[in-house]
């Protein structure tokens, strides 16, 4: 085939490029190989520079040793010590007012023009008055007091005492006579006793034989008799049992014999016992039925001699001396009672006549106060001003022009400057201990520098389980009631050996106060910078510093404010200053 000389050309350069390719592929090779190195060598060398412009960025303060003067910060709002109260009468009008807020006023100034009263509210009062009127004259109509009924119940009860100790004094001399009749009594009412317990016994023994049923049949009398009668009733019940297996024996045909003979003898036993049961009973019911009719005589004979005794000398001598003066007892102790009862009720009803005057009083003073309303309302009627009484700067305006008084009301309020002011804050009890009575606060709003703050006082604070103190200060300069006063309270000064910006001490609810120190550890590229968490305690604070103790030295660096927030532990670098 004929190669044209294009071709040949063509063929000759493409051999050429193959020749050279892998000369200029290990050229490209050595330079990849040189920037990657150059570049390696680059970060190498500011990789501590990007670094650190990813670590949060600190402030420090150095750990200082000197002289700290503690305070309290606070604030409070201005009282007056005393206010005058400016009020206005219900069914005024607010025409005008004459006053502002914070002006100086001094005594007999107009400060409110009002509407008089009008006769529509005389009248009212008026009606008001007549109705406490008509209250305490009712009040006077009461009932007297009366104890006639007690009294005749008393005097009933005396005659009746006096009619029984001469009975009582009467039975003294029979007494004598009656002793040997009384005797015998007690003994015939002895033996009446006893014969009648006999005699309940043998009624129930005999009841008990005649119904086979010694439940209520008294042992003594009744022998053997509930052994025998249960002896019989066994015998029976074995009779009666035999007796059937004989019969069962007889329609069976087998051990009849035998059945027989067992029911002969179980007859036999049955017949003994109930012959030994009926001769004792018996027996032993004619016994008792004789000694019943014995009993039945001596119980008559006995009752007979009590009743004749009773008949003349009464029921167990309730006429003697000695019954007598028990009654004569009785009676003086009923007497006692209705005197006690009396003079009880003399004494509440004493109680309540005082309530009652004690109201009749008030309604007096309620009509008498009403009385002078309405003199008043009277007297005041063509009055439109009202004045102030006191000189003093008002603290408050309450009411609005043209406003109606619906009832008594504080239309402004006049602190009496000469009064003077007071500011109450709490504080801290540990810290409360530190200050002192008379100690003077800086009043850190005191533009003007004319208002001083002394402390007077310092009380318990009035919050149930609080741990706190209130302390009270005597205001003086330009001040009102209401303004409200920022107060840094000194608490003494003192030398300390480690003292830290307040930014610095940090407050952990578990272990307590702490910070955070700036710690370096060296390396082949240069210093690191750490945040390390140290506890300390809280000695003192100022508005600006802290003194501390614990694991911290004068020289280290406390961190007092970051770029971002740092924990135990972060690295971090340091703000250039």
Request: charged share 30%; aromatic share 6%.
């Amino acid at each position: 085939m004929n190669e044209t000389k294009e071709v040949k050309d063509i063929l000759a350069e493409k051999d050429d490029k193959e020749t050279k390719s892998p000369a200029k592929r290990r050229e490209i090779i050595k330079t990849l190989i040189i920037v990657f190195l150059a570049v390696m060598l680059i970060l190498t060398f500011f990789s501590n520079t990007i670094m650190n412009k990813s670590l949060p960025e600190i402030s420090t303060e150095t750990v200082s040793a000197g002289k700290l003067t503690e305070r309290i910060r606070k604030d409070g709002v201005i009282e007056s010590n005393q206010t005058y109260d400016v009020t206005v009468d219900s069914g005024r009008t607010i025409e005008k007012i004459h006053i502002k807020t914070g002006q100086e006023v001094k005594k007999d100034d107009i400060l409110f023009t009002v509407t008089p009263v009008d006769s529509d509210t005389i009248e009212t009062e008026e009606k008001s008055l007549d109705e406490l009127k008509l209250a305490y004259e009712t009040a006077l109509l009461k009932e007297p007091l009366d104890y006639s009924t007690e009294n005749q119940k008393i005097k009933a009860a005396r005659a009746e005492l006096n009619d029984l100790i001469a009975k009582r004094d009467a039975a003294r001399y029979n007494d004598s006579n009656a002793a040997s009749a009384k005797e015998e009594y007690r003994r015939n009412k002895s033996e009446l006793t006893r014969q009648t317990a006999v005699q309940e016994k043998l009624q129930s023994t005999i009841k008990a034989i005649d119904s086979d049923s010694y439940m209520e049949a008294a042992p003594e009398y009744s022998g053997d008799l509930a052994s025998l009668c249960s002896a019989y009733n066994s015998a029976e019940e074995e009779y009666k049992a035999a007796y059937e297996t004989y019969q069962m024996a007889v329609e069976s045909g087998s051990n009849v014999d035998t059945a027989k003979a067992d029911a002969d003898a179980r007859e036999q036993a049955r017949n003994s016992a109930k012959e030994a049961y009926i001769s004792e009973k018996n027996r032993i019911r004619g016994e008792l039925a004789s000694q019943l009719g014995d009993v039945n005589a001596s119980v008559a004979s006995l009752s007979e001699a009590v009743d004749r005794y009773t008949a003349e000398y009464g029921e167990a001598g309730t006429d003697t001396y000695e019954t007598l003066a028990a009654s004569v007892t009785e009676k003086q102790n009923a007497l006692e009672e209705l005197i006690i009862e009396l003079n009880n009720t003399k004494r509440k009803d004493s109680i309540s006549d005082s309530k009652e005057n004690l109201e009749i009083e008030s309604k007096k003073k309620a009509m008498e106060a009403q009385q002078k309303k309405v003199d008043k309302l009277k007297k005041e009627a063509k009055s439109t001003e009202i004045r102030s009484k006191y000189s003093g700067v008002v603290s408050s305006v309450n009411v609005q022009p043209d406003e109606k008084i619906l009832e008594s009301t504080v239309a402004a309020n006049i602190d009496l400057s000469e009064e003077g002011f007071t500011v109450s804050i709490s504080a801290e009890t540990d810290k409360v201990k530190k200050i002192k009575k008379g100690v003077e606060a800086e009043v850190v709003n005191n533009w003007n520098d004319d208002i001083t703050a002394v402390l007077k006082e310092i009380r318990n604070d009035a919050s149930s389980g609080s741990k706190s103190k209130t302390l009270v200060f005597s205001v003086t300069g330009d001040v009102h009631s209401g303004d409200r006063i920022d107060l840094s309270i000194p608490c003494g000064s003192g030398n300390y050996d480690a003292i830290v910006p307040r930014s610095a001490v940090k407050k952990d609810n578990d272990s307590g106060y702490y910070v955070l120190v700036v710690r370096s550890k060296s390396t082949p590229l240069g210093n690191r910078y750490y945040a390390e968490k140290v506890a300390v305690n809280l000695e003192a604070e100022d508005e600006v510093s802290s003194a501390v103790t614990g694991g911290i030295d004068r020289g280290d660096y406390v961190i007092t404010a970051a770029s971002k927030i740092v924990y135990p532990g972060d690295q971090v670098r340091l703000k250039d200053k």
